[in-house]
């Protein structure tokens, strides 16, 4: 296209200004601009394949927020039309030029895909404001003296520490809303406060069924058992719940592939976790007196629920168990002699037991390194390692791996289950061992399984042909 005696540019206006290229001359510029990033993009670019210097080209375009898609377009055209009919490109001819114009087209404000994350609807009895983070007044000592009775209350009733921590955590978030939202407090008309906290979260905050579910059980506490108020009958919006998420299942191979890259005590963890379905908590309070190598069991107890279970002891990890408590009764040895081999153990069972404490069937069978003090009794003592440290580790494995799963340590509480119903064993078998209180929660697995054939029926797409 280019005629001699004509510079490159020169012929690019011409062509732009051609009726048939439609471009408008108030355009042609932007064009030309256009143009001229695309080859600094290329000549700074360490990619040497031309096509996919481009492709990267519109990329970073199409990641520019303040583009308009026909600003994007607009780009695409304008190289189209240099390396084609300008340079004579190669390449260009087979380039998907409208495809890539597509796979920038953004969607609009009222797609139905984008409308499923609903906005967040404003109360019906006031607007949002400022007010929201601004302290009321007295209202620090509002939270702490009702927290306080709050918690009095649940420690009598026995309940469990993460039950405790959620109930005194809504109980704040409804105090500092009626205080700083209604401009009351919580005592005056509780049951309507109640109500429109409710619909505070479900629709302002947009929270999961699961967690309103939460929030009710924590305020129908507080109502029932604090305020002393029996008859409870609440007027909110309730969101729909529905179908339960199928859980992260991975293989036996992709288990297999992360145990081989943790590292000690972070693999014998896992393992045993995989091993036996326990819970992560679950996992990490076991002590050396649970593990039963003669009747080859594993006590579990105040599991979830506070409930007590057995679990069957992994024969693969007998021998390493065992190599390990070894390992463990020499350290705690040690441990005595530098004053350091007590460990964390229930009030009530210290006071029965005085000794029990620097006892070894009691010590934990994943302890710290380090010594901390109990959070109420301000006793120095050795812990389980922490949680958030097992979940960092199998992170960071997780993270250089090719399993792109949304994977945590829970997800091999999953894989138990499902490869146990896979293997074919009754579900009241996985039930019991899974420590579930209803068989429903267990049926969950069946729909992850691998069945012959795949999932269901086959797709089509691997049908035999004719």
Same mark, same amino acid.
Not at 64 to 69: I, N
Not at 159 to 179: M, N, P, Q, S
Not at 287 to 315: S, T
Not at 373 to 389: D, I, M, N, Q, T
């Given at each position: 296209?280019?005629?001699?005696?004509?510079?490159?540019?020169?012929?690019?206006?011409?062509?732009?200004?051609?009726?048939?290229?439609?471009?408008?001359?108030?355009?042609?510029?932007?064009?030309?601009?256009?143009?001229?990033? =695309?080859?600094?993009?290329?000549?700074?670019?360490?990619?040497?394949?031309?096509?996919?210097?481009?492709?990267?080209?519109?990329?970073?375009?199409?990641?520019?927020?303040?583009?308009?898609?026909?600003?994007?377009?607009?780009? @695409?055209?304008?190289?189209?039309? =240099?390396?084609?009919?300008?340079?004579?490109?190669?390449?260009?001819?087979?380039?998907?030029?409208?495809?890539?114009?597509?796979?920038?087209?953004?969607?609009?404000?009222?797609?139905?895909?984008?409308?499923?994350?609903?906005?967040?609807?404003?109360?019906?009895?006031?607007?949002?404001?400022?007010?929201?983070?601004?302290?009321?007044?007295?209202?620090?000592?509002?939270?702490?003296?009702?927290?306080?009775?709050? #918690?009095?209350?649940?420690?009598?009733?026995?309940?469990?520490?993460?039950?405790?921590?959620?109930?005194?955590? =809504?109980?704040?978030?409804?105090?500092?809303?009626?205080?700083?939202?209604?401009?009351?407090?919580?005592?005056?008309?509780?049951?309507?406060?109640?109500?429109?906290?409710?619909?505070?979260?479900?629709?302002?905050?947009?929270?999961?069924?699961?967690?309103?579910?939460? #929030?009710?059980?924590?305020?129908?506490?507080?109502?029932?058992?604090?305020?002393?108020?029996?008859?409870?009958?609440?007027?909110? @919006?309730?969101?729909?719940?529905?179908?339960?998420?199928?859980?992260?299942?991975?293989?036996?191979?992709?288990?297999?592939?992360?145990?081989?890259?943790?590292?000690?005590?972070?693999?014998?963890?896992?393992?045993?976790?995989? +091993?036996?379905?326990?819970?992560?908590?679950?996992?990490?309070?076991?002590?050396?007196?649970?593990?039963?190598?003669?009747?080859?069991?594993?006590?579990?107890?105040?599991?979830?629920?506070?409930?007590?279970?057995?679990?069957?002891?992994?024969?693969? /990890?007998?021998?390493?168990?065992?190599?390990?408590?070894?390992?463990?009764?020499?350290?705690?040895?040690?441990?005595?002699?530098?004053?350091?081999?007590?460990?964390?153990?229930?009030?009530?069972?210290?006071?029965?037991?005085?000794?029990?404490?620097?006892?070894?069937? =009691?010590?934990?069978?994943?302890?710290?390194?380090?010594?901390?003090?109990?959070?109420?009794?301000?006793?120095?003592?050795?812990?389980?390692?922490?949680?958030?440290?097992?979940?960092?580790?199998?992170?960071?494995?997780?993270?250089?791996?090719?399993?792109?799963?949304?994977?945590?340590?829970?997800?091999?509480?999953?894989?138990?289950?499902?490869?146990?119903?896979?293997?074919?064993?009754?579900?009241?078998?996985?039930?019991?061992? /899974?420590?579930?209180?209803?068989?429903?929660?267990? /049926?969950?697995?069946?729909?992850? /399984?691998?069945?012959?054939? +795949?999932? +269901?029926?086959?797709?089509?797409?691997?049908?035999?042909?004719?």
């Amino acid at each position: 296209m280019n005629t001699s005696g004509s510079s490159p540019e020169d012929a690019y206006f011409r062509l732009l200004a051609d009726p048939k290229a439609r471009v408008s001359e108030k355009a042609r510029p932007y064009y030309f601009r256009r143009v001229e990033q =695309w080859q600094q993009f290329c000549l700074e670019s360490e990619n040497p394949s031309p096509a996919e210097a481009t492709i990267d080209f519109f990329n970073r375009l199409s990641g520019d927020t303040e583009l308009e898609d026909w600003q994007i377009q607009q780009a @695409v055209r304008a190289v189209e039309l =240099w390396t084609r009919q300008i340079e004579n490109r190669v390449w260009a001819a087979d380039f998907d030029w409208n495809g890539t114009i597509d796979q920038a087209r953004s969607l609009e404000q009222d797609h139905r895909t984008v409308l499923r994350d609903n906005v967040p609807s404003p109360l019906r009895s006031y607007p949002p404001g400022p007010a929201d983070r601004i302290s009321a007044p007295h209202e620090t000592e509002i939270i702490a003296e009702l927290v306080a009775e709050c #918690t009095n209350i649940i420690r009598k009733q026995r309940k469990a520490v993460a039950t405790e921590k959620t109930y005194v955590g =809504w109980l704040k978030r409804y105090i500092r809303f009626c205080l700083r939202r209604l401009g009351r407090s919580p005592l005056d008309l509780p049951l309507e406060n109640i109500g429109l906290f409710l619909d505070y979260v479900a629709l302002e905050r947009r929270v999961s069924v699961s967690t309103q579910n939460q #929030t009710l059980n924590a305020l129908v506490f507080f109502a029932r058992y604090q305020l002393q108020i029996d008859e409870i009958e609440l007027n909110f @919006v309730r969101t729909e719940s529905g179908y339960r998420r199928p859980p992260v299942v991975l293989t036996r191979e992709e288990i297999d592939f992360i145990l081989s890259h943790l590292k000690e005590p972070w693999d014998r963890i896992c393992r045993l976790l995989y +091993g036996t379905g326990l819970r992560q908590s679950e996992g990490l309070r076991l002590r050396i007196k649970d593990i039963d190598f003669g009747q080859k069991i594993i006590a579990v107890h105040d599991g979830k629920g506070g409930k007590h279970r057995v679990v069957p002891l992994p024969k693969a /990890m007998e021998r390493d168990l065992s190599t390990h408590i070894a390992d463990l009764k020499t350290r705690h040895d040690g441990w005595l002699r530098l004053g350091q081999g007590a460990v964390h153990i229930p009030s009530a069972l210290k006071r029965k037991y005085p000794n029990a404490a620097t006892e070894f069937a =009691w010590q934990y069978l994943f302890p710290a390194a380090r010594l901390c003090a109990h959070p109420r009794s301000g006793e120095v003592a050795r812990h389980h390692l922490h949680e958030k440290s097992l979940q960092n580790q199998f992170k960071n494995v997780l993270r250089k791996t090719t399993i792109y799963k949304k994977a945590t340590c829970h997800t091999l509480r999953h894989s138990f289950a499902t490869h146990l119903l896979e293997a074919g064993y009754d579900i009241r078998t996985v039930q019991e061992m /899974m420590g579930h209180a209803d068989v429903s929660t267990t /049926m969950i697995y069946l729909h992850v /399984m691998k069945k012959p054939g +795949g999932v +269901g029926a086959p797709s089509p797409l691997d049908l035999p042909g004719d």
